[in-house]
């Protein structure tokens, strides 16, 4: 069964850091191509970035509104990617999604953990 | 940013039929494939359409995807309880240089 399971969420204060971490099984993560989306309660989704595989290789895109505070990595040996987070602000609150993206689309979905950023 | 933009509720009977309209642009759904995913309140979003109309195993055939120029649309026949949840639009921007989502539809089953 393909699953993904993010960890690492929390409260944390404007200005702060936090490095979420979502953990893979049941497919070769290495070939795979992985993307953050990020959501406010009550909101939409929101797309924070993607890191491609070793053959692009690792590439990272962002969305403008993370991009310089935000970095994404992979660890092919451990089936992981990481989303670190720095220089914290209120509207980073959210749940953040870990997903797998094939060919556009995403698919799987972890089930998301939250960030709270308040003083 | 959202620049897909879906009206923000729509609804129906049991039984009867829905469709959600999604509007980009030339660099968005004009140049790429586009997804909707289906969510229920509480729970992560679930891929329902995949390349403007293919469906993953398992999602049943009530659901269908089409598009045409900078639009597309999800539309549910049949339409069942269990199908009440938000539903979101999504595709690669190429001036943006990265995925957008829609703004999100909430069906309501009466």
């Known amino acids: 069964e393909v699953q993904l399971v993010e960890s690492g969420g929390g409260l944390v204060q404007p200005g702060g850091s936090l490095r979420l971490s979502c953990a893979a099984s049941g497919f070769t993560f290495s070939d795979y191509w992985m993307d953050w989306v990020r959501q406010v309660p009550g909101k939409g989704l929101e797309w924070v970035g993607q890191?491609?595989?070793?053959?692009?290789?690792?590439?990272?895109n962002y969305a403008a509104s993370v991009k310089g505070r935000f970095t994404i990595s992979k660890d092919d040996s451990k089936s992981s990617v990481f989303l670190q987070m720095d220089s914290l602000k209120i509207e980073d609150t959210a749940v953040y999604y870990c997903?797998?993206?094939?060919?556009?689309?995403?698919?799987?979905w972890g089930q998301g953990t939250l960030v709270t950023v308040s003083s | 940013q959202s620049v897909l933009t879906q009206l923000p509720s729509a609804s129906a009977t049991p039984g009867q039929r829905v469709t959600i309209s999604c509007s980009g642009s030339s660099s968005s759904i004009g140049t790429n494939p586009v997804n909707w995913y289906q969510q229920h309140p509480g729970t992560a979003p679930k891929l329902l359409i995949y390349s403007n109309n293919q469906r993953p195993s398992g999602v049943p055939d009530r659901f269908s995807g089409s598009k045409s120029g900078t639009s597309a649309s999800l539309a549910i026949s049949g339409l069942q309880s269990e199908d009440e949840a938000d539903y979101y639009c999504a595709t690669w921007d190429g001036s943006l240089n990265g995925y957008v989502f829609g703004t999100a539809t909430k069906v309501t089953v009466l």
């Open positions: 890191i491609r595989n070793r053959g692009v290789p690792y590439t990272t």
């Open positions: 997903t797998r993206e094939n060919w556009y689309r995403f698919d799987p």
